[in-house]
């Protein structure tokens, strides 16, 4: 956008040059009268110029009536005499004040060359000093006898001017000497006798000068060589006697040295005899004095599997080595074992990379979860036989973005890794790993299946998305429960968004469990004292699973027990929650979830668990296709019981067709369940919410058959993804251990002890190990650098979206301010915001009536900072040939605070929007 255009404002007439003006130029003659005797100065111009407004029109009438020039070249001069000195001149004119008058004596038109009468040369002058004129090289005879040019007449007039200056000047300067000595004769006695001292002290300085220029002759020069030849002769006899010397001390430190490398010897020599004497098996850890070789390496990653801590491994390694008679002499310090953390965590994924790029068909597994206010996401990759972590970070964010880049960045870390290790091509190992991932496994969210999406075009390839069977549990936990709220018939005590069954089960886990809300001692004591399990009842924290229909059949059991201590007095009343449990679990509707919840546990839940969360190395563990068949004869089975809900009474197979324990005291007392209406209604909703759960997740795969499932390369994938939710769990335990720990230390440390690289390593030889360590002594150095460079940015982009949601939040605030300046609803604006004052309001109100045109503002732009402006006008828009104002928007003039109003740029505002930023203080009017 153009700058705003400023217009000169032209104040000159209380200026010095225009008094000088005045003195000088005012003798301008008539209009009409006769020119031929007068020339026209620049000065004349500037005079009339000033004198009418700064007008050119007039100014050139003037000119050209008074001094008979013409129109046409009196305008062009007299634009060019302004610009060479009122524009040009115009931000420091006083300053420049002499070079104007030196203009103003110039001519400002030739008028064309003719005799004129000579006019009287001489020049009266005061009488204290007689100035000759300026062209004193011209003959006088010259002067008087012959006519003078216009330009000689022009000299002569600028002459009489500077002589009438000049003598001024010096008369002026003659008195200020007058009075200067007045004052100096009026001066006290003590004064002057002051003056006449110093008077005499400069007399005797000037004669001292005299006398010492008088030793400077040549008999004094003469005696200066002298003693300068003395001096060269003493100071070179010193310089010898001091070599020397130097000489001397040089030859006795020489033999002391020779005597001291002597003693060093024998005392060397004596030392190995005082060690071979005392017979002591000394070892040293270190292979260079200064690096720790592979032996104590190894030591300190044992140590770290084994979760000792850091600051106490150096005595355990110093204990130990004294136990089994073993002199060392160091052990290494805390730094040394922190970076030993990392050089195991290097080993980790070189041990993952040589894994990876050996095994087609991998599975690449992801989770994400917020862990003592760390959001970090999990990746591995499995086979068919192990489970290999590859990345434990922490993200800015949760988005399919984080994610994918993430996992781009683990993969691009084990190919540098492999490539590091092996001298191979970086680009040639990324490929290969790529190509050997076949599939995902990740929990069904919307991000995840997003996540995957992204990978999928990001590697330009097809992966298969498979998802985890043990999560169907929880939206399974969760469909009945609200199918058995929408059936309650009575109202509970306890707080909880769940139905009763549900809030008695999570509020009975905080009797058991949390101190404060709960009792844990008093439950406890009760367990002991009905000879029960201590662990009878799980922790249940809201990650359902089987957990909630468990402890459903576990209360059904021991209902009589658990209401006889809640009713004891031995059942403190824990604000409330003793009385509300009490109350919720006599309610026969609670009774009757608590025994649906209890069977469902017993022929789906149950046998759910046994037959999918299963280790890898379990004989149990079924491949991924096959427990889709099997998911498919869990759902015909549960569709076949929804004919008949109370069938599931005489059931003596499960719904994964497996024989039911009989003796089981639970599903024996769950059998015993009241048959009524209530009951099979209960039953119904619960097994149709279950199976509309397994249509629902699993629609990709019921649609095939069992030959295209034998098709997907899933042999690799386990029917789990409890693999992140095990890293996840270790990273909080570590962080609990350790708070002040980095993400990067307890990265390597849960990446090796779930990869098992002590194992791996042992499983070497001994050059290959030592090779390995050897090598990951410099990448954890490097891995260390790239890892807080990485860090540093991710506290940058959380702070920056932390801002942007803030500026977001900020933005709604802003845009219903503005709808109630629109209604202009002010009582409601000084409801909302209660900080504001009368004086803001007032702003607002002028702002909003448009009584605020002309003033200046300081403007705070959270881009740009802060800016200062000038509110211009109201917008005017064309249409058509018409002119429209626009009310509701004003032009705006900014500038930075480096620059002037001049360079002011102009901006479309809404009038609403800057009355909102008065109120929330981005705007102050000036």
């Not at 007068?38 to 000119?63: Q, R, V, W």
């Not at 929880?474 to 069954?501: M, N, P, R, V, Y």
């Not at 605020?852 to 211009?872: S, V």
Request: hydrophobic share 35%.
């Amino acid at each position: 956008m153009p700058k705003a255009r400023t217009a000169i404002v032209w104040s000159l007439k209380d200026s010095q040059l225009f008094q000088f003006l005045l003195d000088k130029y005012s003798d301008i003659p008539e209009p009409g009268s006769d020119t031929t005797n007068k020339t026209c100065l620049n000065g004349h111009a500037l005079h009339i110029f000033i004198a009418n407004e700064s007008c050119y029109t007039s100014s050139t009438d003037i000119i050209s009536s008074s001094f008979g020039i013409p129109s046409p070249e009196t305008l062009i001069k007299l634009k060019r005499l302004i610009y060479n000195t009122l524009t040009k001149h115009k931000k420091n004119l006083n300053r420049n004040l002499g070079k104007i008058k030196i203009m103003c004596s110039e001519i400002f038109h030739q008028l064309p060359s003719h005799t004129v009468p000579n006019p009287d040369s001489n020049i009266q002058t005061p009488a204290v000093e007689t100035i000759q004129p300026v062209n004193e090289f011209i003959p006088p005879a010259l002067n008087i006898k012959e006519g003078l040019t216009p330009r000689e007449k022009d000299l002569k007039r600028r002459l009489s001017l500077l002589s009438e200056s000049r003598s001024e000047e010096r008369s002026r300067h003659i008195q200020k000497m007058k009075q200067i000595k007045l004052q100096i004769n009026d001066q006290p006695k003590i004064i002057k006798n002051f003056k006449q001292s110093v008077e005499r002290k400069k007399q005797t300085i000037i004669k001292l000068k005299k006398e010492l220029k008088k030793l400077k002759t040549e008999s004094g020069k003469e005696e200066i060589a002298k003693l300068k030849n003395r001096l060269t002769a003493t100071k070179n006899k010193y310089n010898h006697s001091i070599i020397k010397i130097k000489s001397n001390y040089k030859k006795e430190l020489s033999e002391r040295d020779t005597i001291i490398k002597a003693l060093q010897c024998d005392k060397l020599v004596l030392e190995d005899k005082v060690l071979q004497l005392e017979n002591i098996n000394a070892t040293s850890l270190k292979k260079d004095k200064k690096t720790y070789n592979v032996i104590a390496r190894l030591i300190i990653y044992d140590c770290i599997s084994n979760n000792v801590p850091t600051k106490r491994i150096p005595s355990v390694i110093d204990s130990l080595s004294h136990r089994m008679g073993i002199l060392i002499d160091s052990v290494p310090d805390k730094s040394s074992i922190e970076n030993c953390v990392r050089e195991l965590g290097v080993i980790s994924d070189l041990q993952a990379a040589e894994v990876v790029m050996a095994t087609p068909g991998l599975t690449l597994g992801f989770d994400a979860t917020t862990q003592e206010g760390v959001h970090v996401n999990s990746v591995h990759l499995t086979t068919k036989s192990n489970t290999l972590v590859i990345a434990l970070d922490d993200l800015s964010g949760g988005t399919a973005e984080d994610y994918g880049n993430h996992i781009c960045q683990a993969i691009q870390n084990l190919a540098g890794v492999y490539s590091n290790f092996h001298k191979t091509d970086l680009h040639e190992c990324r490929d290969k790993i790529i190509q050997n991932i076949s599939n995902t496994m990740s929990d069904r969210a919307p991000v995840n299946h997003a996540t995957v999406m992204r990978l999928s075009e990001l590697w330009d390839k097809s992966l298969t998305e498979l998802n985890c069977h043990v999560h169907p549990l929880d939206s399974i936990a969760k469909g009945c429960t609200e199918a058995l709220k929408t059936l309650q018939t009575e109202q509970g005590k306890l707080f909880g968004s769940d139905c009763l069954a549900g809030n008695i089960v999570l509020q009975l886990t905080k009797m058991r469990y949390k101190m404060g809300t709960g009792n844990p001692k008093a439950f406890v004591s009760f367990l002991v004292k009905e000879k029960l399990k201590k662990g009878l009842i799980p922790r249940y924290r809201g990650n359902r699973f089987h957990v909630l229909f468990h402890t459903s059949g576990i209360l059904v059991l021991h209902s009589e027990q658990i209401l006889d201590f809640l009713g004891s007095a031995s059942a403190l009343p824990c604000g409330g929650l003793t009385a509300a449990l009490l109350y919720d679990l006599q309610l026969q509707t609670a009774k009757k979830q608590l025994y649906v919840m209890g069977l469902i546990g017993k022929l789906l839940t149950g046998p759910w668990m046994r037959k999918f969360y299963t280790s890898q190395d379990d004989v149990r563990n079924i491949s991924y296709y096959e427990g889709v068949t099997v998911i498919k004869g869990v759902l015909a089975r549960v569709n076949e019981c929804l004919k008949n809900p109370f069938s599931i009474f005489t059931r003596s197979l499960d719904f994964f067709d497996e024989d039911l324990d009989a003796n089981d005291p639970v599903l024996q007392v769950l059998l015993l369940c009241p048959q009524d209406m209530q009951v099979e209604r209960m039953l119904k909703d619960c097994l149709s919410s279950i199976a509309s759960v397994i249509q629902r997740q699993y629609e990709s795969f019921l649609c095939m058959d069992e030959s295209e499932l034998m098709k997907l390369e899933a042999e690799s994938a386990r029917s789990h993804n409890m693999d992140s939710e095990e890293v996840v769990g270790m990273f909080s335990a570590e962080k609990k251990r350790a708070p002040s720990a980095t993400v990067c230390y307890i990265s390597s440390k849960v990446r090796s002890k779930k990869n098992k690289t002590v194992a791996y390593l042992d499983s070497l030889t001994e050059s290959a190990r030592k090779e390995r360590v050897e090598w990951a002594m410099g990448a954890a150095r490097i891995r260390r650098r790239a890892n807080k460079v990485r860090s540093s940015s991710v506290n940058e982009e959380i702070v920056k979206r932390a801002e942007q949601k803030a500026r977001e939040s900020e933005k709604r605030e802003r845009k219903q301010i503005e709808n109630l300046l629109r209604k202009e609803d002010f009582d409601r604006i000084r409801t909302e915001m209660k900080d504001v004052t009368e004086e803001t309001l007032t702003n607002v109100v002028d702002i909003l009536s448009g009584n605020i045109f002309g003033r200046l503002i300081c403007h705070y732009w959270f881009d740009e900072g802060a800016h200062c402006g000038r509110i211009m006008r109201v917008k005017k828009e064309w249409k058509g040939k018409k002119v429209v104002y626009n009310k509701d928007v004003y032009e705006v003039s900014y500038w930075s605070i480096e620059e002037d109003e001049s360079e002011g740029v102009d901006y479309d505002m809404n009038k609403y929007e800057l009355a909102c930023d008065v109120l929330f203080k981005d705007l102050t009017l000036m």
